[in-house]
């Protein structure tokens, strides 16, 4: 019994120093933060322009939990595109609504998402409002609001 008393005291001191060590490791595979591979898909490479016509607006859902994503059907004069604008949280609050029928401009990275073509937008222009999504890396402007909303 004396033996066990310190090897028990060892291995959960060994223990408790091991969680600052996992709870500092990046989020991996949460699709809403900076590191997600999701997040990585944006390239600054193949950011391009597209002018078209709202034809549809889903709410995608998300795994595990997190908030869904808004992503645009935009019909544009070659073809028809889904643009992902971010987090439903973060655009439900913007002052720039988008409907369907409205006519925008969306700049943003070109990728091939679930073997489709698909835009990560960084910017969506409508009239002469401009709502900015992500920086020239694709470092979404949403990082972090959360907490400065507080």
């Known amino acids: 019994m004396k033996k ?3 090897i028990i005291a060892t291995i959960s001191i060994v223990s408790l120093l091991s ?5 500092a490791q990046p989020s991996i595979g949460r699709g809403n933060s900076r590191g997600s ?3 990585r898909m944006y390239d600054p490479k193949t950011v391009e322009t597209i002018t078209g016509q709202v034809i549809g607006i889903e709410n995608s859902p998300s795994p595990r939990g997190m908030s869904g994503g808004i992503h645009l059907k935009v019909k544009s004069q070659n073809e028809v595109v889904s643009v992902h604008l971010g987090p439903a949280w973060y655009i439900n609050n913007q002052t720039i609504p988008i409907k369907l029928q409205d006519q925008i ?3 943003g990275s070109r990728i091939n998402f679930a073997g489709q073509p698909a ?3 960084a910017e969506v222009k409508k009239d002469n409002q401009i709502l900015k999504l992500r920086d020239e890396n694709g470092v979404p402007v949403w990082a972090g609001w959360r907490r400065q909303q507080r």
């Open 37 to 39: 591979p999701y997040h």
């Open 119 to 121: 835009i990560i937008a």
């Open 105 to 107: 401009e969306v700049k």
């Open 4 to 6: 066990i008393v310190p």
């Open 19 to 23: 969680v600052p060590v996992v709870l």
